[in-house]
């Protein structure tokens, strides 16, 4: 164990393959409004709210990313490639290929001693918003019976997540909202110093590896992007 929690997001690595929220509406959770900065750092700035039916904290990130949109997507599709770039990920798998913008997903995460390390199965999927003009991946937890929780390891609970994209000339615009559960005994101080740096740094670090990705773009992702591209 070294450092960080859920940084599996994402995978939205997340992240870190796609999913659809069956999907709990984001003000089921949240206040459109409610949202408080908590600090800006190289370009991401970081905001937090409480949620509003639980002690848990969220937060949303909003970017510029310096890569192509197609770069960023191909790269978060490639599930087992994540480790080598996600912020303390130390297993990524695919647990159900379902489609090209659709996976079922299992992540591990290194936290600092003494606490568990943390893992999460999660739902991905990748979607086009017409009316917002946006890709959006949501990625929520699901049950999965045929992958218990290894020992020594405590599964985080999801509850929301999404990466919204837009095309920004040649970079992309990204907007990340996340509310997770970490689950298990874990100091309150751990979990917010933790939770709070997981958007900068995943973000970041997905801007990095989108630079020289070579994964290769599925044609179920390319015709989404043409479609965003379609409107007007």
Do not use: C
């Amino acid at each position: 164990m070294r450092t960080a929690i859920l940084k599996t997001l994402a995978l939205f690595t997340f992240l870190l393959s796609f999913t659809t929220f069956a999907n709990a509406d984001f003000k089921e959770f949240f206040n459109p409004d409610g949202w408080e900065k908590i600090y800006t750092k190289s370009g991401v700035v970081v905001y937090s709210q409480k949620s509003k039916h639980s002690s848990l904290v969220g937060f949303r990130a909003e970017a510029i990313l310096e890569a192509p949109l197609e770069n960023i997507l191909a790269t978060l599709r490639d599930v087992e490639g994540t480790i080598s770039w996600a912020p303390n990920m130390i297993e990524k798998s695919t647990l159900k290929e379902i489609s090209d913008v659709k996976a079922i997903t299992y992540s591990n995460n290194d936290l600092p001693w003494p606490a568990a390390d943390r893992d999460m199965i999660q739902m991905n999927e990748l979607r086009l918003d017409k009316e917002k003009k946006e890709l959006i991946v949501d990625t929520y937890s699901v049950d999965y019976e045929n992958y218990p929780v290894p020992k020594d390891v405590v599964r985080a609970h999801m509850t929301f997540g999404t990466l919204a994209f837009k095309r920004a000339q040649n970079n992309s615009s990204v907007q990340m909202t996340l509310l997770v559960d970490p689950r298990g005994s874990l100091p309150i101080w751990l979990v917010n110093m933790l939770q709070k740096r997981l958007p900068f740094q995943f973000l970041k670090a997905l801007e990095a590896q989108s630079k020289i990705s070579k994964a290769p773009l599925r044609p179920g992702i390319k015709v989404l992007l043409d479609q965003l591209d379609g409107l007007k």
